[in-house]
């Protein structure tokens, strides 16, 4: 009997000490587990795909949260979302999937003063979501001045750390060339000679830059460090590399049988030189008299719309540029696979989605020379020449229609270089880099 009671003692031990053990590895798996699902309050103005690009991105990354162990909890812009949802139908989908909230980020009011007096109400919005939601980190997912300022009032306010992904170098835009220091900069930015708007835009740079330097932020182009080190050199900016991706829907486009030698795709206004194309073709057209342009694409305002109708018809080129319109997608890449290049005569960019599609379509770029280009796209494929020389951008377009053997080869290189660029890639690289936001707040606050 007391052999019998030993071994029932020594069963029940056993039992409980393999019921610990499983106990614990339940509970180190959870914990792993949570540690690795990092959860990221993410506010975005996300708007409709003619807006640009980094409505795209946002896009393309929300789509992904979940493939990758991320939980973003988005807030959009509630004016934005239904134009968005026009653009990305899949969209409501992906929120209802992911959840989300949609509040007034921006002001009705178009008084000067609405912009900045209405921070301080969204910060604390912000951070009441942020605070029911438990997240790891408040992320802007532009780099606007406003949403800069609300998620980092929205971190104080809870003690959760910020950070953002600058999708274009903020009050700057883009250099449009080489500059001397801080105020140069201002100046090509688009201030120029005014005082006032020298002088606002660069307190509104200063602010940025002062809240910069609190925390890692993310860039999705080379050239946004440099040129914010033109403001303050020791900020830490990590580059997402890759940051976009291409459309899965490229390589299944095929090319259309249509009579034309170029493209020109993009947000159509005169920041993404769309009234130098009428000069450059008319340049073109003077070497190749029957050389015809397509141009696809949103008009961002009809006073540009009839600037460059006028522009063609002062030049004589109406018969030589088609409008097509804004394209579905897949009817864009076709177009896009049947040019012989991509006309890109853009002065503000940081990581055009249209060149990288172009290039993925096999066809070369020529583009300005301006930061963006000239450090994101290292490739014989994209032909730089510097800004506003249009008569040298003209010889560089008629060097490519008449050289096939020069096509073949530019649109080798532009495959090849296209082929490191997909969505999934650029996810990935992102919520890594979380990761290190993540790190380095730690490390923060242990010192």
Known sequence: MKQQNDSKIRTNRTFLQTGKVALSLIVLFSKIIYDLIMKVLYVTGLGSLTGGGGNKRVFEILKRARKFNVDYVPVLEERNYPFALKSFPELGNVIREIGGYAINLRPNSKFPLSLYMNIPSVSSKIAEIARNEKVDLILSAHESFDLIHIVRL???????????????????????????????????????????????????MVSIIKNLKETLSLAVSFSIPYELSFFCPELKIKVLNPSVGVDEEISSAKPINADFDAIYFARLHPLKGLLDIPFIWKKVVENKPDAKLIV?????????????????????????????????????????????????????????????????????????????IRLSFRTKSVIKVRSQEKSKFAECIINILEDEELRKRLSNDALTFASKYNWDSAAKEEFDSIKGVLSYWEEKMQI
């Open 296 to 372: 696809a694409g949103s008009w961002q305002s009809m006073e540009y719309k009839y600037e460059f109708y006028n522009l063609c018809k002062k030049l004589d080129i109406c018969k030589n540029i088609e409008y097509v319109g804004f394209l579905p997608k897949r009817t864009l890449y076709s177009y896009v696979k049947s040019a012989k290049l991509l006309v890109y005569p853009s002065y503000l960019d940081a990581f055009p989605l249209t060149v990288i599609e172009a290039l993925a379509c096999g066809i070369p770029v020529v583009a300005y020379n301006i930061v963006p």
């Open 154 to 204: 929205a971190s104080k306010e809870t003690s959760i750390p910020w950070s953002t992904i600058l999708q274009l170098t903020p009050i700057i835009g883009t250099l449009k060339c080489e500059v001397r220091g801080p105020l140069d900069a201002i100046k090509e930015s688009g201030a120029g000679g005014n005082f006032l708007k020298i002088l606002v835009r660069y307190s509104k």
